[in-house]
Structure formats: C-alpha cells, structure tokens
C-alpha cells in the first residue's frame, strides 16, 4: 500500500502562489499514475492535475490549464504541484492520490486507491 502526505497549503492573496507537495512511500512507483484533486465545501471532488510517476503524460483540468503546473522528484519520491495566479475559486482542500498505469479514467477518483490526508488551500480576494 502507498502512504501519501501532502503539504505546502495555507492562505494566500488571490493573484499569488503556492506548492503543494505530496511524499510518496510504502511502494514500488513506477507503474503508478499520481493524481492531484480538490474538494471545497458541498462540492464534489475533482481533478485538477496527474502525471504519470513514469514520465510523459500530464494532464489539467481547463479550470487550472496554464497556471498549475505538476512535476516529480523522482529521487525524492515526492510530487508537486506548482499553483500560480490563484484565485478565490481555487479554495478547497486539495489531496493528492495514486493508482496505477492501467489505462482507467486519470480524472476519476474512484479508479485511485490511496489518498493523502488532504491540505487546505485558502485564496482571499
């Protein structure tokens, strides 16, 4: 089983930025795709960025194309998410998530088994 802690939330100013970092342990990682996703109040949790643990493949959600940018440290088994330009909308509790190169939907997160405990993310306008 992989354990995942994320960090790096907090409060900051709409128009600024945050990283959020998620440690990865427990596993082997290669075949495994890493999903970042967010939930705020009453709202349903949705994708906003994975990448392939492997390399190549990223994809983001339109809302955040352009200014969220994931990555990995391979050496570090710790992945990223680089959050500029945040606006108010972008408020939620944002967790990051692992499940395996097996060709299911990256934006679902029923096809992820493990999850972090969550970081809470909050842009004041």
């Known amino acids: 089983q992989v354990q995942l802690a994320e960090s790096g939330g907090g409060l900051v100013q709409a128009g600024g930025s945050l990283r959020l970092s998620c440690a990865v342990s427990g596993h082997t990682f290669s075949s495994y795709v890493m999903g970042w996703f967010r939930q705020a109040p009453g709202k349903e949790r949705e994708f906003v960025g994975g990448?392939?643990?492997?390399?190549?493949?990223?994809y983001y959600a339109d809302s955040v194309k352009g200014r969220f940018t994931a990555s990995r440290d391979n050496a570090k088994n710790t992945v990223y998410l680089q959050m500029n330009s945040l606006k108010p909308e972008d408020t939620a509790v944002y967790y990051c998530a692992a499940k395996g190169d097996d060709g299911r939907n990256w934006l679902d997160p029923r096809w992820y088994g493990d999850w972090g405990q969550g970081t809470q993310v909050t842009v004041s306008s």
């Open positions: 990448i392939r643990w492997s390399g190549g493949r990223i």
